[in-house]
Every structure is written in C-alpha cells, then in structure tokens.
C-alpha cells in the first residue's frame, strides 16, 4: 500500500485564536523547508490540520524529517481513495496487514464528515471491520486496547485511511516567536538551552566565544558540529564566532582572582548583545542552572545581567544536571559536548571564584580598563558562519580524510 499523504496535526497551534493563521503558516513555511529535497511534494494548510501531498515520493523517506520539525503534535499517512464502499475496504486492508502480525487486535473508527455518505458511522466501523476480519487470519476485535487502530474519515472530496500515528516534537513552529542569540558553548547546558527555545518557536543564531592558543582548532569545531545538530530542528544556523583572547587576558591582567569569572560573564553579555543588536534579535539564551555553578547563583546573575537591558532566557534555570543530560542524549548534542576540548569558559577559571559578587565592586574592577573599546573590536572581527541542516560536518569530513 502506497501512502499519498500526510495528515499533520497541530497540537498546542490549535489553542491560538485569531493568531492561528501566523502560526500555520509558519509552520508550513518549516515544513516546505524541511522538506525541500523532496520535489515531487506539495504541502496545504487550513484552520485544523495540514496535509503533505507525496505525488511520487515516498513517505517512508519523510517521516524522519517531519518527526524534527516544532510544531507538530503528531501525523499519520495517509491513503486517500473514492467514496466507494469496496475501495474503503481494499484500502483498510492493505493498511492493517500492513502492521499485522499474529496475535494482534485492531477497531475500525470512522469519522462521517459528510453526512450525505449513504453509510452512517457505526455502518462503516462494521462493513470495513468485517472485510478485514474476513481477510486476515488470526486477526481479533479489540474496542477499548486495539494494537492497530484503522482510521476511515469521509469527506466530500473523497475517503481518508490511516493506521499509524507518529508523535512529533510538539511546541510552537520556529521563526513564530521571533529571534534571539544563543550563547553556545562547548558543554551539555547550552545546546540544550537552544533547543528548548527553539522548541517556543524561537530562531536562534548562536554566540560562541573562541580564545585562540588557549582554546584550539578542534574546540572551534565542537562548537561547530553541536550548531549543525541543532539546525536539524531549524533548517539552518548562523554561528558568530568571537575572538575573545584579548579581552580575556585583559579580565586575567587587571581584576581580582575571585572576579574574573563574574567580569569574564559582563563582557561575553555584552558582545552577544551587541551582535544581538546587529542582527535583530529580541533576547539573549543562556544554558544556566540556579546553583550548578559559582556563576549560576542569584547573587552572581544579578551582577552579570547589569550590563543588559535585553532579556535574557534561561530555559534549564530549574532543571538539574541528570535532566539536561537525558536531553542532550535525546537531541544527539551529549557525545559531541563531552569531547576534551577546552572552550574560553574552563581557562582561566580560578580556584575559589566569588558566589556572590557585588556588582559595585565588579563595576569598580573594569572601570580602569577601556574595554568598550575592546569589545567593539571583537564585534568587528567576528567570523560568521552559516550552517544547514545534512549538511557533512568538520569532524565528519577529517575522519573520512584519514580514510
């Protein structure tokens, strides 16, 4: 059995009310893009669901694609036939035969949207249930728990079949709540931060800080292929890449031992800022947890968010360490993030950093050092990089060299 379609279902979309139109056509716009490699699709949207039509293309190859996209709560394929009784039949057959195997029970649900369909919908449960029955050895009837559910929908313009239903990543479509700046890491936290705000409908563009000979090539290229994993959900990603070295010498050099932590952060908020301004975006992301780290207190954020205006997101703030890292394994970020690779936040780091650090005193530190002008610096020396989704990575291609 050939699928032709796929019926998306919107999930949390459907609670919008006469916003509903921008969010799906946002995700439209995410599908067509998803799926842009398959050209032989055409993809409509309406109030209540949206349909992938496969012309010649295979369904099976689409799945995987769609299962990334934000803003599905789920979808079937589809096998649309005629408003005729014995193509209904051939149809639900094919369908449950197609996941059958002995022992399993099925129901038949119709759903008669059209209510000039000569069969009422407990005629139609019982016409297609029989035929199957009839046709597949060893099948048996379940209502309540069936292992295969076969979904049979009249509409005017014909009749639509389904028996699988895969979960989709649910939240609201990317790009329909705007954009933010990511500050990527090489660690667990941040990548999954930018997931979790993507899945709010937010684009993000990451922020990474590289600190040349302290931090090398291969600690660049982590940061690299986390952004290509996160652009699965996304299509693309712009990764800015800041050179920090000076700046960081300058924070070592000048302030206090149990600062330089809480003057490292300011600087680093105040160059995603600035790069934020550049590139339109709304806020900044952070991958903080309250308490996991000397930087993560409440005292320490206060003293670092003085440098902004900007909000600043912080989707993993209650999470703990075990929570982020099942959804690191889940997102396929954790593997690449726990590489020995020294990103700017790990040098440099001193043994007894404050946990509660006054902001006047933090203030009082960087007052004797121009470093606006440093940071304007490395604003302009910014390396941007754009990355898509499939696309081979940097770690990817010097493995396949070495072969």
Known sequence: MKYNRILVRYGEISTKGRNRKKFTSKLRENIVHALKEFQGISVSAS?????????????????????KIFGIQSFSPVVKVERDLQEICKAGLALVQKSFEPGKTFKVSARRADKHFPLETNEINYEVGSYVLRNTEGLSVDVKNPDIKLNVEVRKEGVYLSSEIYPGSTGMPV????????MLSGGIDSPVAGYLTMKRGVDIE??????????SDRAKQKVIDLSKKLS????????????????????????PENYTMTSTRRMMLKIADKIRQQNEGLALVTGESLGQVASQTLESMQAINDVTNTPVLRPLIAMDKLEIIDIAQRIDTHDISILPYEDCCTIFTPPAPKTRPKKEKVQYYESFVDFETMIDEAVRETETINLYAGAVSGAEESFEDLL
């Not at 109030?47 to 039509?53: A, C, Q, S, T």
């Not at 990451?206 to 931090?215: D, E, K, R």
């Open 206 to 215: 990451a922020v990474h800080f590289h600190s040349p000979p302290f931090t």
């Open 47 to 67: 109030r209540d669901r949206l349909h992938i039509l496969l012309g010649e293309e295979n369904g099976e190859e689409i799945i995987p694609h769609l299962q």
């Open 175 to 182: 790009g329909a709540s705007g954009k933010a700046m990511l």
């Open 232 to 255: 699965a959900f996304s299509g693309s990603i712009k990764l800015h890449v800041v050179p920090f070295t000076k700046i960081q010498q300058m924070i070592h050099d000048q302030v």
